[in-house]
């Protein structure tokens, strides 16, 4: 029973990777999505926060740089270092057997696929931010969630992860984030 179990998710996540992939793409988005999951596309931001939180709030504002930046290190840790060679699933881009199928538009490096680091990271950071500065700033839970979902797509799309490492990615990342933001506000929190 769990063969056929397992069995029938592996066929639904690659049947999703199948579409996400190879189906539903363009020229358009073929040209933005690699920029939306390069870390360097996202510096400015990071240096926007790095700069602003401490202007604005002063020591708690360093201290907020501090967990933000802990929050990413904590689930990029538990993604890449713990998981990834507990399970050692192979990235789509490294398959053999989709290598005449796949929509590849970026390296596909090496390393293994379950869970996503980018989903994990973007979602600890998003859930932190939105967290701890949902009464500062209207709105952010939608502007954080839709960012960490929007590089976790670009995972599928370009080729280097199934649905189902993101998914995973976005679990572990949304609980990470939800412990040092709820830290934070414990502690620390704006008024």
Known sequence: MFNNIHNTI?????AAWYYLNTQWH????????????????????YLFLLLFMPNQFGKKGW??????LLTFAISDQISASLLKPLFHRTRPCNCLDLI???????????????????????????VF?????????KGIWL????????????????GVHYPLD??????????VGNITGKLFNNKFGFI
């Open 10 to 14: 592996i066929y639904l996540d690659h």
């Open 26 to 45: 363009s020229d358009f988005f073929d040209s933005i999505i690699p920029f939306v999951r390069n870390q360097w596309f996202w510096a400015p931001l």
């Open 63 to 68: 201290i907020w740089c501090g967990l933000f």
């Open 100 to 126: 005449g199928v796949i929509h590849l538009i970026v390296p596909c490096g090496g390393g293994y696929s379950f869970p996503s680091s980018h989903a994990s990271n973007h979602f600890s950071m998003g």
């Open 129 to 137: 931010a939105a967290i701890t500065l949902q009464k500062k700033i």
């Open 143 to 158: 502007i954080a969630i839709f960012w960490a979902v929007l590089v976790a797509y670009a995972q599928v799309y370009v």
């Open 166 to 175: 993101i998914t995973f990615g976005a679990i572990l990342g949304i609980i």
